[in-house]
């Protein structure tokens, strides 16, 4: 799956775990904000940066699940917030004009769906990262599983 379908997939997840919430959010303005919130300086879905700071929050088997073909486990939206840093979550509410607790609740479903999506088969985003076999060795080493 590429990028931009990522992000469109993200913002319709966002807006739908937002209800009535989301009725004042342009499509556009979303997928920026995602955009920013998950991508690297070049643009590119940072999986690495991702997989890095929610190791960092000793959620591994919860980012396993998401990694992994069975269902994903969930994700409260403090421990996302906590974990990806509450500046970003801040940052990204801002630009949606949203309060953090709101934005970090609606990302609690987006982001795990969208690492799903990215490193599911037949996906450019993991043969980047040397497909499973690399993705997972980049996990392992997150995760302290050598």
């Known amino acids: 799956m590429e990028l931009n ?10 807006k739908e775990k937002l209800g009535d ?3 004042s959010l ?9 955009s920013g919130l998950l991508s690297n300086e070049e643009g590119s879905f940072d999986m690495s940066n991702i997989l890095s700071s ?3 929050g000793n959620i591994g088997s919860i980012i396993s699940s998401w990694i992994g073909s069975g269902e994903n486990e969930s994700i409260d ?5 906590s974990i990806l840093g509450s500046d970003k979550i801040s ?9 953090s607790d709101t934005a970090a ?5 987006v982001v795990p769906n969208m690492v ?6 037949g996906s450019s985003i993991l043969d980047s990262l040397g497909g499973v076999d690399g993705l997972m060795d980049m996990a392992k080493n997150f995760f302290g599983n050598k």
């Open 105 to 109: 609740e609606g990302l609690s479903d």
């Open 26 to 34: 342009d499509d556009n303005s979303v997928m920026d904000a995602l």
């Open 5 to 14: 379908d990522l992000v469109q997939m993200g913002t319709q997840l966002f």
């Open 77 to 81: 939206g403090g421990t996302l917030a």
């Open 54 to 56: 929610l190791s960092d």
């Open 91 to 99: 940052e990204f509410a801002e630009k949606l004009g949203i309060d």
């Open 21 to 23: 919430q989301a009725e």
């Open 116 to 121: 799903d999506k990215a490193t599911g088969d």
